[in-house]
């Protein structure tokens, strides 16, 4: 069994930062992660990826990112991040973290955190 844990989510004024973790928990053995990333929904939107990362360290990002937000992951932790700088109200949304994961019990599949809420007010 797999769960995506993310944080980091919260309340910030325009212009301020957050940093958002995802940390993969599984109950058996992980073979290999491979993709991971950052997919985010605001409120009667539809869902946009914001930005992916390889097991390489390749990394792609949305448009409106680019510049803002730099993606990470710490293989040892089985863990990605987002930091999100210079952060405007159309940042608002539930960010939800995925991973391409291969494990004992599965050749390959791709696994999703519940979410945390970003919300970006003055």
């Known amino acids: 069994q797999v769960q995506l844990v993310e944080s980091g989510g919260g309340l910030v004024q325009p212009g301020g930062s957050l940093r958002l973790s995802c940390a993969v928990l599984?109950?058996?053995?992980?073979?290999?992660?491979?993709?991971m990333g950052w997919y985010r929904q605001a409120p009667g939107n539809q869902r946009e990826l914001v930005a992916a990362?390889?097991?390489?360290?390749?990394?792609n990002y949305a448009n409106f990112v680019k510049g803002r937000f730099t993606i990470s992951r710490d293989n040892a932790k089985n863990t990605v991040y987002l930091q999100m700088n210079s952060l405007t109200p159309e940042d608002t949304a539930v960010y939800h973290c995925y991973a391409d994961i291969e494990a004992a019990w599965v050749h390959r599949d791709f696994y999703w955190g519940q979410g945390t809420q970003v919300t970006v007010s003055s």
């Open positions: 599984a109950s058996g053995s992980i073979f290999s992660i491979y993709g």
């Open positions: 990362i390889s097991n390489g360290g390749i990394t």
